[in-house]
């Protein structure tokens, strides 16, 4: 049997982000396939395993995770596990290592290679998105490999940037599967990532939507995957914030684009200027660090996210759908949380008595309309609708 298929058996078990997959496959001689092998016996004789982890132990069988191996190859998708040679070895040296990547297109050698992850506002402003696209292409140009999450925001605007550079190299880390439309404006992205040499990778197998944690479990590859993060308008309290936490904790640099001075939407930013973070105001700033350079010194251009990249543009055009469209496409939960939302901030509190939903799930369903722009979060877990 392909060894893969103990891993995609564990990381079923013990879900995407945990590090136990990685840590049981180092006790046993005979790997995941010796500990799987091991039963139920074995499985409740640790005492690192909870009752929940050896009951999915159990319910997920060892031919249902060989159908999933099958399944994925059928659509193209390749399947890399720790015991296979194209894993990032950046990746080993995180202490909470995927045990199995889902990847569509071609993952460049990032052994060979400087990578630099980009993350920021998803509502970001004009300036910021600028700011990305250029850092992209410039840090393409001078041939490093762009890492980011392929959200709205800065995240698309500097993979757009380095997908200018013919041959450029760019991975782009989704909180979902590699089949799930999520971000339907981000979906011609996506294709020319995959067309233009680059490559989408997830952990999840069968995620549709983003779920509570999925991000936190998606953040920690994007800077795993870096040898560098480079942090665009960081507000104070803000989900870029996390990033830095990440990038700290794995022994990566950090880099932040400062913005314009006294910005409320960059206290964040300057913070971890002060804490140490290098400020950088372009792409060589970065390449600089690791003894590289611009290989060419191109003007940057403003490419449209909805147009082919060969046209250069002026300004920024971002297509807004209409409300309607974007409310047809919630989940249940979520326009039922949408209509208990107002112009008045409210908190978990008070929408769990509006909508009888647990904070659990009304803090997923949040972070699905934030995204969507039709929820903004405050201080103190107040929300208020966005559009």
Known sequence: MDNRTYWIWAQQAFSPGSRKPVHLSAQ??????????????LWNSRRDLTDRETAALRDFS????????????????????PECEKYPELLRNISD?????????????????VSIGVAGARKATDASLDAARKFGYQLAAGGACVVSGGAKGVDAAALTGALGIPGSRVISVLPVSLDSTYVTENAKLRNMICSHGGALVTEYFSLSRPEFGTFQVR????????????????????????????????????????????????????????????????????LAEYGG????????????????????????????????????QLS???????????????????????????????LGVLTELELEGLAESLPGKRYLRGI
Request: net charge negative.
């Open 62 to 81: 060892i031919s249902q995770a060989e159908a999933r191996l099958e399944y994925a190859e059928k659509l193209g998708w390749q399947v890399i596990t």
């Open 97 to 113: 290592p995927p045990a199995v990547l889902y990847l569509k297109g071609n993952l460049p050698d990032l052994d060979s290679v």
């Open 332 to 362: 249940p939960q979520a326009r039922q949380v949408l209509e208990a939302l107002g112009r008045e901030p409210i908190d978990i509190a008070g929408l769990e008595e509006k909508t009888g939903l647990p904070a659990a799930a009304l």
């Open 219 to 286: 953040n920690r590859l994007i800077t795993g995957l870096s040898r560098g993060t480079l942090l665009i308008q960081a507000a104070r309290k803000s989900g870029t914030m996390i990033y830095a936490t990440r990038a700290l904790d794995q022994n990566r640099d950090l880099f932040i684009y400062p913005g314009p001075e006294g910005a409320a939407e960059f206290a964040g930013s300057r913070e971890l200027i002060e804490d140490g973070a290098y400020a950088v105001a372009c792409g060589e700033d970065i």
């Open 28 to 41: 046993y001689s005979g790997g995941l396939e010796e500990f799987c092998r091991g039963g139920p016996r």
């Open 293 to 328: 350079e611009l290989q060419a010194k191109p003007q940057s251009p403003v490419y449209d996210l909805f147009e082919d990249l060969t046209v250069p543009m002026q300004i920024e055009r971002e297509a807004v759908p209409a409300l309607a469209d974007i409310t047809a």
